[in-house]
Each structure stands twice: as structure tokens, then as C-alpha cells.
């Protein structure tokens, strides 16, 4: 039906217009087309399938089933589909992702905070919900209810089930993985020794999402913050007399992954002023100085101790290196915990 149009006379009340049930009856049909949408629409097939026209409140969406297509068209041009962009698909009336979701951000990672527990604080890991781009940037993964997984049990999905692939269980570092198996889909958690899990049947996409240390047959307990880990309680690592040369030590945070260590620096020498340099041991040796490269991290005067707080990078074994100025130097350190980037790089 063409649109109708009100005849609103020559000027007011002139009587030249339209009566007002005319122009209501005309204001009628046009709204009923406008409801009704294209009803030649409604019947059309297109590519051997039957096409629908959206209402004015949009239920027609909730009521398709089947794989489905979004058409549009300007005025009375040809019906077009809606592109919706590589990797989602529209069915049942959903709009969703495949292939473990769009990724929107690359190496996107939101939430999936861990914790111990709740019941077993020594085998037991808790993720709460979030989103991930996977290791590769195929596709966004989603948790979207918190998640309770075992160390001390083989991988079984769902929550308050075995979290580990094939790794055996003994005192290392564990890598906590995000999974996507998409016949569901399913995301679920995935603990390995290795930095590349062994993924269960049907699981397709990964993403680390944090690291955690297995010490004495149980978890050592933490508190995570976006991307910050805290040992609770922290842990006395070194206590060491060092001579004037650089010296190798191991923290208590995750090997493989390269964190920031958070560290409480204690330095110490009976007799005599000094400078240390503490550091990633990429870093290339040099005797500490105050003038030129590598500097200085702490500095103590003859007879005096100096503590402080620093942040420095570890390497895949988990060690720093430390180099005073003088021998008979005391170095300590206490592990508060450690910065993980979470596979953003």
C-alpha cells in the first residue's frame, strides 16, 4: 500500500480538508503497514529458506529457531543480510561467536581472579568469572560462573572435579589455564607443570591466566589482585654472606613465565660502606657504581644494615642476581610475592 497522506486543507478551519474520521481512517492504515511490516516479505524465500519480518518489539528475534539470517533493506530496495562479521553466527535467535568467541582485544584478559579453596586450601583452586582472548587470538573465552578445580586430582570438567592434565603431582610451579572445547561449548580450568598443557579430548583453545607454586604437598596460599600476587604470609628466601661478585639466588615465585618479583632487600657489612646491585640475571654482570651503569640499588654505610623494597625480573628458574660492592656482604630477601602478566603481552 502506497502511503496516505492527510489533506490538511488551505488554511485553518477552512473546510477543505480531510473530515477527521477520513484522516484517522488514513492514519490507521498507515500505522497498520508500519506493524505489519512488508507482508510480501513475509512470504518470500530466499536461497530455498523462508524469511520473517521483525515486529515492533522485536520478539520475532526470540521466536526463530534454526540458523537464521538478519535481512535489511532502505524504502523498497532489494533485501539485503545483515554482514555480522567473521567468527559469529545467528541461531535460535542468539548472536553468538564461534570458535571460541570474537576476539575484541588482542590478548584480552578481564577477571578469572584465582584463589585457594575454599574447602581444601591445599589442593584446591577457585576461578572466579571472567573473559580471555586465547593464547593464539582465535577466539574469546568465557567463564561465566566461578569455578573450583583439584591439583591433586586428573582433569575432569566442571567445577569441585580434577583440574590436572598429565603432569605429575610433586612440589613445582603450576600453570593455571583457561580451556575451550567448542562441542557445547565448554570453557572450564586446567592446571599443568608445563608452560604448554596437554589439553583433554575436544579442548581446542588455551590461555594462562596465572601461575601458582606447589611447596610441601600443598599450594602455598595467596591473595591475587589483578595482576599481582601476594604470598600470605611472605616467605624468607636468602640469607647469605656474598663476596664482591655477583651471586645467583632462587625465589618463591613461578618459573617459566618471567615475573616481577616484589622483594624486601636487606644488605649488611660489618666493616665497610656498600653498594649492591640486585637485577634480572639477563642483565649483563657489572660491579655496581654510582656513577655509571648498572647503578645502584641499595647502598649501606660501614657498620650500618640498609633494607628496602624492589621490583625486578626473574628468569625462567625463578632466580635474581645480586653483585655488592665489597665481600663479606649479608644479602636477604624476603618474597612478598610477584607481577604476572597473565599471557598479555
Not at 521483525?54 to 543480510?81: E, F, H, Q, V
Not at 625486578?312 to 649479608?330: D, I, K, L
Request: some cysteine; hydrophobic content about 35%; overall charge negative.
Amino acid at each position: 500500500m502506497a502511503q496516505q497522506t492527510i489533506n490538511v486543507g488551505s488554511a485553518p478551519d477552512d473546510g477543505t480538508g480531510d473530515p477527521a474520521r477520513v484522516a484517522f481512517t488514513k492514519c490507521n492504515a498507515n500505522f497498520t503497514e508500519l506493524y505489519t511490516a512488508d507482508t510480501a516479505f513475509l512470504t518470500t524465500t530466499v536461497a530455498a529458506t523462508t524469511y520473517q519480518p521483525l515486529d515492533a518489539d522485536l520478539t520475532a528475534i526470540a521466536a526463530l529457531t534454526g540458523t537464521n539470517t538478519i535481512y535489511y533493506r532502505s524504502g523498497t530496495s532489494t533485501w539485503s543480510p545483515v554482514t555480522v562479521g567473521t567468527g559469529l553466527t545467528f541461531t535460535s535467535g542468539t548472536l553468538a561467536a564461534t570458535g571460541g568467541g570474537l576476539t575484541l582485544l588482542y590478548n584480552y584478559i578481564g577477571g578469572l581472579t584465582l584463589s585457594n579453596g575454599p574447602s581444601d586450601l591445599a589442593n584446591d583452586i577457585t576461578v572466579q568469572p571472567g573473559q580471555a582472548a586465547d593464547s593464539t587470538n582465535t577466539g574469546m573465552m568465557t567463564l561465566t560462573s566461578a569455578l573450583t578445580k583439584q591439583i591433586d586430582a586428573a582433569w575432569a570438567v566442571g567445577s569441585n572435579a580434577g583440574g590436572r592434565d598429565t603432569s605429575t603431582l610433586t612440589d613445582t610451579t603450576y600453570h593455571v589455564f583457561l580451556i575451550y572445547n567448542p562441542t557445547g561449548p565448554v570453557v572450564d580450568v586446567l592446571f599443568s607443570s608445563s608452560i604448554t598443557p596437554t589439553l583433554p579430548s575436544g579442548y581446542t583453545l588455551f590461555r594462562r591466566i596465572g601461575s601458582i607454586i606447589r611447596v610441601a604437598s600443598a599450594l602455598l596460599p595467596f591473595r591475587q589482585t589483578g595482576n599481582s600476587f601476594i604470598h600470605s604470609p611472605s616467605i624468607f628466601d636468602i640469607n647469605v654472606t656474598q663476596a664482591a661478585a655477583r651471586g645467583t639466588f632462587t625465589l618463591t615465585v613461578p618459573r617459566d613465565i618471567l615475573p616481577l618479583a616484589l622483594i624486601r632487600v636487606y644488605i649488611g657489612n660489618a666493616s665497610t660502606s656498600t653498594i649492591t646491585v640486585v637485577c634480572d640475571p639477563a642483565e649483563p654482570d657489572a660491579a655496581p657504581s654510582g656513577t655509571a651503569s648498572p647503578g645502584v640499588s641499595i647502598w649501606n654505610a660501614a657498620t650500618a644494615n640498609s633494607a628496602q623494597e624492589m621490583q625486578v625480573r626473574t628468569n625462567a628458574s625463578s632466580q635474581v642476581c645480586a653483585r655488592p660492592s665489597t665481600g663479606s656482604t649479608t644479602i636477604r630477601m624476603t618474597t612478598i610475592g610477584w607481577i604476572d602478566h597473565r599471557g598479555y603481552v
